[in-house]
């Protein structure tokens, strides 16, 4: 792109957006689709027919010549399968064809996908069916459909499903709210989200030679390099040209492809980097979220480089989170957390936060585990990321709002007159009104709260489908209350004040990395799930999946079977992670130092025949050989243990927790001391200092 006057042109050019529909529909056709997407009716055949035909010519004129159903399986990555337009038209001829039946509806081997259960190896039938309200686009030559994807029996199996059901069952709940307050126009409120998305670029040379980047996205091994990030010199540095180079390569693809990414800049660890988008739909940003993922891997290779989106790829080293923002607006574009101007709004945004802050404390269990995988054990509660435990940060000026609402007593604004709850006479709240906290897992920015507990590398749809439930059950709750109400104002204050009573707990402005957070934490009763082994059983306790299945998100199957999948692949992970760090040591490692060794003592032989001083020999030699000793008595417990993983699914996790970790830090500990003694000529792979400073 040589200049910028291109960018409108530029944006969205390979997706088949509600501008290019307009355009190339009838009219009827085209508010048939406006339909279908406001109002969830379903579109007749006739209309799926000319949407079909319109999507294939255009994407035929940007070059395209396959079509796929693009979907979320439960890998936590994309799924997609290409057939050609083309037809036989006779005569050895072809023609380009594709149907409205095609358009709707898909069907893929289901039995190849994670399903916990949900389906047997020998049922293979599943389906895949467009979501109308995602806009198709054009990547590498293929039309990419947005699908969803379930079984031959209806079972959900994928992320994007429940996402849907989600979005439609707290926008419900929240028009209940909002008919309360006298908006009789909203029709629909919306999730908003906004990921902001940390990764790191490291040379391609390099990850090469490295199997434990290859193998696990990690590295397994590695002492830390003279210098890391003690001088705090790299974030929001000025951006090294080959990186430079990658970004404005990666913003123009994602701008292709409609995706607002707006922000980047230089994260606090070397060689890491981070790209924010501006806002937009829950499903739209979870969709998008997957392709920014996808494309930042396909870039990188492009430039010579890899992009590393694992939670923690270097020990010692601030790892990759992913940012959440998360609010809710009506289809009018009012955000409902926004603290508003007038006093109705106020009284109105009190009653959402009130939802939002009995949710996350009532369900804080289950929030931790949407975050809960192999990777992010690494970094939360790590002093750079959030600590394991769920807390809510208000803000000083909001909090003591709060408090004086509990209190019962008037809260002096600014000086100016005093605040009481009610419809009309709440004073206006600012926004922004307080600062930032870096470390705090949910914190309130203004308009929206910050999730900021979730991995790099995950998929955004689990704990967007939470917190859409959760403040679906909230809202609900209150809704059910003050409806039948007498006295609207006198019953809201007392809903209010009762909630953030009974739930204060949760809110927290302090500093979550301070150790006597933890401790405070324990006395007010909040629960800290330290590993993913301690909270992924949190999925299937009672009171969680009641909720979702009170909600229709999931069935107890398909809520059962999430957990099962996620239990299963943390055990996949760290078994690869062990069998690699075997294959690494007995392979690289130990041959490496072993002829480094040799070489010592040969040297310190010819030293020791002239009669000059070999201490440094010989002393390196026998500290290499004591060091070598103990990582091959580690590198066989390792195995003997990784052999003995018991088969059932949740005694095999913990397992893994509690025995293969620990091997595999002890085997590590004693490599990465070998590592320092070792000559760099004989060191099998890149170090630290050569990945983290080279690009």
Partial sequence: MSTTTKLPELFGSMVFNEETMKERLSSASYKAWK????????????????????????????????????????????????????????????????????????????????????????????????????????????????????????????????????????????VRILRLFGDTETKRVITQVGPEQEYFLIDKKMYAQREDLRFCGRTLFGAKPPKGQELEDHYYGAIRPRVAAYMQDLDEELWKLGVLSKTKHNEVAPSQHEMAPIYTDANSACDQNQLVMEIMKKVADRHGLVCLLHEKPFAGVNGSGKHDNWSLSTDKGRNLFKP????????????????????????????RATVAFPGNDHRLGAQEAPPA?????????????????????????????????????????????????????????????????????????????????????????????????????????????????????????????????????????LSNLVSTADALPMYTSRKNMDLFIKHGIYTKEEIEARAEIHIENYSAVISIEAKTMIDMIRHQILPAVSKYAD??????????????????????????????????????????????????TMDAMCYCHNVLIPDMADARKAADQLETLTDSEFWPFPVYSDLLFYV
């Avoid at 380009?96 to 259960?117: C, H, I, T, W, Y």
């Avoid at 079984?151 to 992320?159: H, P, V």
């Avoid at 004073?427 to 600062?435: E, F, K, L, S, V």
């Avoid at 909630?499 to 007010?524: C, K, L, P």
Wanted: with cysteine; charged share 25%.
């Fill in 35 to 174: 339909t279908c997407v406001t109002d969830g009716t379903p579109l007749d055949i006739s209309t799926a027919n000319e949407i079909a035909e319109a999507m294939k010519q255009w994407a035929v004129e940007k070059g395209a010549t396959h079509y796929t159903h693009w979907f979320q399986p439960m890998t936590g990555v994309t799924a997609e399968k290409h057939d050609s337009f083309i037809a036989p038209a006779g005569g050895g001829r072809i023609m380009m064809e594709f149907s409205g039946k095609e358009l709707v509806r898909g069907e893929s081997d289901a039995s190849s996908f994670p399903s916990g259960g949900l389906r047997a190896t020998f049922e293979a039938r599943g389906y895949t069916a467009w979501d109308p309200t995602s806009f198709a686009f054009i990547k590498e030559g293929s039309l990419c459909i947005p699908t969803v994807f379930c079984s031959y029996s209806g079972e959900a199996l994928d992320k994007k499903t429940p996402l849907l059901r989600s979005m439609d069952e707290v926008s419900r709940q929240a």
């Fill in 340 to 367: 508003g101007s007038t006093p109705r709004q106020n009284a109105q945004f009190l009653l959402f936060l009130a939802a939002f802050v009995k949710g996350v404390d009532d369900y804080q269990d289950f929030l």
């Fill in 389 to 525: 435990v769920l807390s809510i940060f208000l803000g000083d000026e909001l909090t003591a709002v709060v408090e004086s609402i509990i209190q019962g007593t008037e809260f002096q604004e600014a000086g100016k007159r005093t605040l009481k709850i009610g419809v009309d006479t709440l004073p206006a709240i600012p926004q922004d009104n307080t600062d930032r906290n870096r470390t705090s897992p949910m914190a309130f920015t203004g308009n929206k709260f910050e999730f900021r507990m979730l991995g790099a590398s995950q998929s955004i749809s689990g704990p967007n489908i939470a917190l859409n439930t959760i403040v679906a059950e909230e809202l609900e709750q209150f809704a059910d209350e003050l409806e039948p109400s007498q006295d609207f104002r006198g019953d809201l204050e007392k809903l209010i004040r009762r909630v953030f009573t009974e739930h204060q707990r949760i809110i927290f402005n302090g500093n979550g990395y301070d150790e006597a957070w933890i401790d405070e934490a324990e006395r007010r009763g």
């Fill in 599 to 648: 070489a010592l003592c040969q040297r310190a032989y010819h030293k020791d025949a002239m009669h000059l001083p070999c201490q440094y020999e010989t002393g390196t030699a026998a500290r290499i050989a004591a060091l070598t000793d103990t990582l091959m008595a580690c590198c066989d417990k390792l195995e003997r243990d990784l052999a003995a993983i018991p088969e059932e």
